[in-house]
């Protein structure tokens, strides 16, 4: 005999599960129509974030501190939330030269989860717990619970269990407080209202999260000195393209052509951050690398003195 149907707690009340009246009659509008809906609704994405300009300051400064003191940045969370998580998590080492473990991303359902539907376990919080054991989680790490309608206890589990292991945590969701209450560190709150496809999370509130989390990761690598002027000096070297970047980035910061930036760059080893201060500072590539250490990787405090 198969087991009883329980039915769920009511999610009605969720501002991401109610309707929105600006969108009654979206199966009547035309594809312009649409377009220009969808175009007005997403400006509340940008209200969202600027509302949460405190929270995700201290965010930044948090991780900041806890990765330059050896810690890691983990992001946790199930389907779109999981999946926004895992690609910002997987775009730090080309971005800024970021070993993978540095930044990772865990979602329910593992890899597989990231091109197939595996939402029935998020309603599984033991299996957040148990992916903070397996990630081995320390006091240094910071990790980031994202879950857009606040509920999820896959990630509400994963927040527990770092809490218990002493990590900084975050938690990110796009309800307000009073609906779901959370205990973290930090509490960011991404309010863009009721999606125009009610319920369906992948829109407002997948794009303010993509938003944020390119807030917190850029920001936090600015910090830790991976960026000079508003160029990404430590990019990873890697394809043609990128190649490309960072002699089109020695040429304009220098007075180098490109062929001679070309030459600097091969001799820093791929590593622009080197071949300028390599340059600036008319030393050997073992000087400018220990020069740089000494200074934690910023170039512009490695800099001082030339």
Same mark, same amino acid.
């Given at each position: 005999m198969s087991d009883p149907f329980i039915a769920p707690a009511d999610r009605g009340h969720l501002l991401t599960e109610q309707a929105n009246p600006r969108s009654?009659?979206?199966?009547?509008?035309?594809?312009?129509?649409?377009v220009d809906l969808f175009n007005q609704e997403d400006q509340r994405t940008?209200?969202?974030?600027?509302?949460?300009?405190s929270s995700l300051a201290q965010a930044i400064e948090a991780t900041t501190a806890a990765l330059g003191q050896g810690g890691r940045l983990f992001y946790v969370g199930a389907g779109t939330s999981g999946r926004l998580g895992v690609l910002d998590a997987a775009e730090c080492p080309p971005t800024f030269c970021t070993p993978p473990e540095l930044v990772q991303g865990?979602?329910? /359902? /593992?890899? %597989?989860?990231?091109? !197939?539907?595996?939402?029935?376990l998020e309603d599984r919080a033991?299996?957040?717990?148990?992916?903070?054991?397996?990630? *081995?989680?320390?006091?240094? %790490?910071?990790?980031? /619970?994202i879950t857009a309608g606040g509920t999820t206890p896959y990630v509400h589990g994963a927040l527990g269990a770092a809490h218990q292991r002493g990590a900084t945590t975050i938690f990110i969701a796009c309800v307000p407080v009073e609906q779901v209450p959370r205990v973290a560190d930090i509490d960011i709150r991404l309010v863009v209202g009721p999606e125009l496809l009610a319920g369906s999370t992948r829109l407002k509130a997948g794009t303010v999260t993509k938003m944020a989390l390119n807030i917190l990761s850029t920001g936090t690598m600015v910090r830790l000195g991976k960026v000079y002027g508003n160029?990404?000096?430590?990019?990873?070297?890697?394809?043609?393209?990128?190649?490309?970047r960072a002699l089109r980035m020695l040429c304009d910061l220098t007075d180098l052509d490109r062929t001679a930036a070309a030459d600097l760059l091969e001799r820093s080893g791929q590593?622009? !951050?080197l071949a300028l201060l390599m340059h600036w500072g008319q030393i050997d590539m073992i000087t400018a690398?220990?020069?740089? !250490?000494?200074? *934690?990787?910023h170039l512009r405090q490695a800099l001082g003195g030339f």
């Open positions: 009654a009659q979206l199966d009547q509008l035309s594809a312009l129509e649409l940008l209200e969202a974030i600027a509302a949460a300009r865990i979602i329910a /359902g /593992g890899a %597989d989860a990231l091109v !197939k539907s595996s939402e029935a033991e299996d957040g717990a148990l992916a903070i054991a397996q990630h *081995q989680i320390r006091a240094q %790490d910071v990790v980031v /619970g160029r990404m000096v430590d990019v990873a070297v890697t394809n043609t393209k990128l190649c490309d590593q622009v !951050k690398a220990a020069r740089l !250490k000494q200074h *934690q990787g």
